[in-house]
T-cell receptor, first 115, second 113 residues
Framework: EAGVAQSPRYKIIEKRQSVAFWCNPI?????LYWYQQILGQGPKLLIQ????????DSQLPKDRFSAERLKGVDSTLKIQPAKLEDSAVYLC?????????????FGSGTRLTVV | DQQVKQNSPSLSVQEGRISILNCDYT??????FLWYKKYPAEGPTFLIS?????DKNEDGRFTVFLNKSAKHLSLHIVPSQPGDSAVYFC????????????FGEGTQLTVNP
């Protein structure tokens, strides 16, 4: 089966600019997650979708971050305006509703550098 | 509030020997634990998991041990191979938090030939 696809792989922007990341989950996976991984730290959940509804966005900085999952498939994560501290790898993951013993499947991530 | 901690940023072992990676947690509501492995420029990949009703789970060269009273889990890799060199993340979930995973900071394992 195809994995979780993310694009772009790398992005460099200046602070105060906007940026968007795209994710295509594994076919049939109802749940989609966006995680932020800052260098030297573990991934931190930003937002979780189930189909096209938001389940958990408690750790999403809503003043600058937004995400959507139209039609319950692909998802985009946007940052506007970006700050230096947003430099991180943004990981998308997907899972079935009951992910059982196997956790999520992660994409390769988008490495964002804000200068 | 770091609920999952991996206190060793790095670990170096010789090929063929045992690698032991440790993880501590503070949230007593966590009831499921997972280990992920991450190579550079790739996303984390699932390695092995354990439910809080067990104290050990084994899969080939990988064994995870859970000590609930100490809120501690460990991953044993025997024998270690150079291809095991990667960053290992410990993660935990609580039924009350749905499928959200809380990750530790990761441990860089280097297996020397």
């Amino acid at each position: 089966e195809a994995g979780v696809a993310q694009s772009p792989r790398y992005k460099i922007i200046e602070k105060r600019q906007s940026v968007a990341f795209w994710c295509n989950p594994i076919s049939g996976h109802a749940t989609l997650y966006w995680y932020q991984q800052i260098l030297g730290q573990g991934p931190k959940l930003l937002i979780q979708f189930q189909n096209n509804g938001v389940v958990d966005d408690s750790q999403l900085p809503k003043d600058r971050f937004s995400a959507e999952r139209l039609k319950g498939v692909d998802s985009t994560l946007k940052i506007q305006p970006a700050k230096l501290e947003d430099s991180a790898v943004y990981l998308c993951a997907s899972s079935t509703l009951g992910w059982g013993n196997y956790g999520y499947t992660f994409g390769s991530g988008t490495r964002l550098t804000v200068v | 509030d770091q609920q999952v901690k991996q206190n060793s940023p790095s670990l170096s072992v010789q090929e063929g020997r045992i690698s032991i990676l440790n993880c501590d947690y503070t949230n007593s509501m966590f009831d499921y634990f997972l280990w992920y492995k991450k190579y550079p420029a790739e996303g984390p990949t699932f390695l092995i998991s354990i439910s809080s009703i067990k104290d050990k789970n084994e899969d080939g060269r990988f064994t995870v041990f859970l000590n609930k009273s100490a809120k501690h889990l460990s991953l044993h890799i025997v024998p270690s191979q150079p291809g095991d060199s990667a960053v290992y993340f410990c993660a935990a979930s609580a039924e009350t938090s749905g499928s959200r995973l809380t990750f530790g900071e990761g441990t860089q394992l280097t297996v020397n030939p």
